[in-house]
C-alpha cells in the first residue's frame, strides 16, 4: 500500500499491520481475533458518533433554513396593505388567532383580521370589499360554521370573484380547519385545499402556497405568460369623491404609477390605454348612475330615499286631511275628506315595495346604457390599445362600481378571418374580405360585451386548436367564430354590416 493511501484508510492500514504481524508470531490467532474484535467495536462507534453528529447538523440546518425565511420580509406590492385577508368564522376565533400570530411572527406576513383591523362605522360589506382590495391574498379557513356563516360565504365568494378576475393581483388559499358536514359551494370546489389534520406545519404550508400559488389554485398556473390574450391588466374601482366637491358620486381613479410599469411588462403602450381608459372614465364620471350610486345601489340610502319620499306624500295628504276636516275652509268637504285618507293611505302602503322596485329598475337600465357607453370605446380604441375594458354589474352583495382592464390584440384573429374568408370567397376582393373579418370581430366583442364574456373568462369554451395563447387556453374570437364564419359565407356573397 502506497503512503498517499495510508490516511484515506486507517482503519485498513492497522488490520495490514496486524495482519503483518500475525505472520511473524503463528501464536498470536487468539490476540488477532480479540483485536479483530475491538476495531470492529471501535468502527461501529465512530460511525454510530458519525450519524449522531449528521442527524445533529441537520436538525440545526433545518432551523437556519427557518430562521432565514423568519428573517425574510416579503414587500408589499403598490397599492396593498396586507399580505394576507385572513377570512374565518367566529367560533373558529382562538385556531384562527393562532394562525394568524404564526404567520405574522414567524414569517413577517401583515395580516388582515376583521375583529381587530375592520375600520369601526364604516358598512361591513364596504370593509370586506376594500381590505380584501387592498390584500395580496385571502386565506379562507374553512369548517362547519364557516359554510353557515352568511358572512363568511360573502367573503369567499368575493375572494373567489377577484381570483377569477383578477389572477395576477389576489387569489385564494383554502385551509380546511375541521372536517365539512356540508357541501362546499359551487364556485369553491375548484380550489384544493390544505387539510390542518393532515400537515404537520399548518402556517409552513400556508406560506409555501403563498410563495407558489399555483399549486393550490389551477387558475395562476399559467399567469407568466404575458404575450397572451385575456390576462387581466389591472382591476379600477370607484371611490366616494368628496361630498363638498361631488356629492354622493362615485369616480373612477386614473391609471398609477405602478400600474403603468406592470402594464409596460405585457407589452401594451401605457400611453394608448391611458387615451383608451382617460376618455372612458371622463366619459363614465358624468353619468347619472355613478352620481347617485349609493342611492340606486346601497340599501341604507335607498331606505332614506323612501322614508324622506314616506314624509313628503305623509306631510302632502295630512295636511289635506286637516284642511278638509276645519268648518269655513275651502276645502272643507266630509266626501273629500275620505277620499284623501283612502288615498294617502294606499300611496302609503305601495311606496315601499313600488319604490324598491323602481329603484331597481332604474339602476339595470341605467347599467345598461353603461355596457353601451364602455362598448363604444372599446371599438374606437381598442387596435391602439390592445386592451378591452368591462364593466361588472356588481351582481354581488359586495357591490362597488368596477372597471376591468384586459390584454387582447386581435390583430391576428381579424387575419385569420380574412384568410378563411378568402378561402371560402375566393372570388371576393381582399379589401372586402379584411373589411368583413374586422366586422365579424365587432359582432363578436359587441356579444361578450352584453353578457361580460371576458370577466366571467372560466365560463368561455375551452380553445380545440389553441392557435392563439389565451389564458387558461380559452378558445379566442376567430375560434368562436369559425364555425358560424364557416356556415353563413360558405358559397355566399353575403358581408356583415
Keep these: ?46 460511525l454510530t458518533k ?21 428573517d425574510c420580509v ?24 393562532m394562525i394568524r400570530e404564526q404567520m405574522e411572527n414567524r414569517f413577517h406576513l401583515k395580516c388582515m383580521d376583521f375583529e381587530r383591523d375592520f375600520i369601526p362605522g364604516k358598512n361591513i360589506d364596504e370593509n370586506i370589499s376594500d381590505e380584501m382590495a387592498h390584500s395580496v391574498k385571502v386565506l379562507l379557513i374553512l369548517s362547519p360554521y364557516y ?6 360565504v360573502t367573503e369567499a365568494r368575493e375572494a373567489c370573484t377577484l381570483s377569477f378576475t383578477d389572477v395576477d393581483n389576489l387569489n385564494v388559499i383554502p385551509l380546511v380547519l375541521k372536517p365539512l358536514h356540508k357541501e362546499l359551494p359551487s364556485f369553491l370546489k375548484s380550489f384544493v385545499y390544505i387539510d390542518a389534520q393532515k400537515e404537520l406545519d399548518v402556517p409552513a404550508k400556508i406560506y409555501e402556497a403563498f410563495n407558489h400559488p399555483g399549486s393550490l389554485d389551477p387558475l395562476h398556473q399559467d399567469r407568466s405568460a404575458t404575450t397572451q390574450n385575456g390576462v387581466v391588466l389591472c382591476r379600477k374601482i370607484a371611490s366616494k369623491a368628496k361630498y363638498a366637491q361631488y356629492g354622493l358620486s362615485f369616480r373612477f381613479p386614473p391609471l398609477e404609477t405602478f400600474e403603468e410599469e406592470k402594464i409596460r411588462s405585457f407589452s401594451v403602450d401605457p400611453t394608448q390605454l391611458e387615451n383608451h381608459y382617460g376618455a372612458l372614465i371622463n366619459d363614465l364620471n358624468k353619468r347619472y348612475l355613478f352620481g347617485n350610486y349609493p342611492v340606486l345601489t346601497t340599501l341604507k340610502w335607498r331606505c332614506c330615499a323612501l322614508f324622506i319620499l314616506l314624509f313628503v306624500v305623509f306631510f302632502i295628504f295630512g295636511a289635506l286631511y286637516a284642511l ?26 305601495s311606496i315601499c315595495p313600488c319604490g324598491l322596485c323602481i329603484i331597481y329598475a332604474c339602476r339595470r337600465i341605467l347599467s345598461s ?34 372597471l376591468y382592464i384586459f390584454k387582447y390584440d386581435v390583430t391576428e384573429c381579424e387575419k385569420y378571418l380574412s384568410s378563411l374568408l378568402k378561402e371560402i370567397r375566393p372570388t371576393v376582393d381582399s379589401d372586402t374580405n379584411e373589411e368583413t373579418a374586422k366586422n365579424l370581430i365587432v359582432q363578436k366583442l359587441r356579444e361578450l360585451q352584453e353578457t361580460n364574456g371576458l370577466i366571467n373568462w372560466t365560463s368561455l369554451p375551452e380553445s380545440v386548436t389553441n392557435r392563439h395563447r389565451t389564458r387558461n387556453y380559452r378558445a379566442c374570437l376567430c375560434e368562436m367564430m369559425e364555425d358560424y364564419v364557416k356556415m353563413t359565407y360558405r358559397n355566399t356573397n353575403i358581408i356583415v354590416v
Excluded at 50 to 70: F, R
Excluded at 377 to 387: A, E, G
Design 1 to 46: 500500500m502506497s503512503k498517499e493511501m495510508i490516511p484515506l484508510l486507517p482503519i485498513d492500514d492497522e488490520i495490514i499491520v496486524i495482519e503483518e504481524n500475525h505472520l511473524q508470531s503463528p501464536n498470536s490467532c487468539s490476540q488477532l481475533n480479540e483485536l479483530y474484535k475491538e476495531e470492529g467495536q471501535a468502527s461501529d462507534d465512530t
Design 50 to 70: 458519525h450519524a449522531e453528529e449528521t442527524e445533529e447538523k441537520t436538525v440545526l440546518g433545518q432551523d437556519e433554513i427557518l430562521q432565514s425565511v423568519s
Design 74 to 97: 416579503i414587500p408589499l406590492p403598490p397599492g396593498k396593505k396586507y399580505h394576507l385577508f385572513v377570512s374565518y368564522s367566529s367560533e373558529d376565533r382562538e385556531h384562527a388567532n
Design 147 to 152: 359554510v353557515q356563516s352568511h358572512w363568511c
Design 324 to 349: 278638509s276636516g276645519i268648518p269655513g275652509s275651502k276645502l272643507y268637504d266630509r266626501d273629500l275628506r275620505i277620499g284623501v285618507f283612502i288615498s294617502g293611505l294606499t300611496l302609503l302602503c
Design 369 to 402: 346604457s353603461i355596457h353601451s357607453t364602455v362598448c363604444r370605446y372599446n371599438l374606437k380604441f381598442h387596435r391602439s390599445s390592445k386592451c378591452l375594458v368591462y364593466f361588472d354589474n356588481n351582481k354581488t352583495l359586495l357591490s362597488k362600481p368596477t
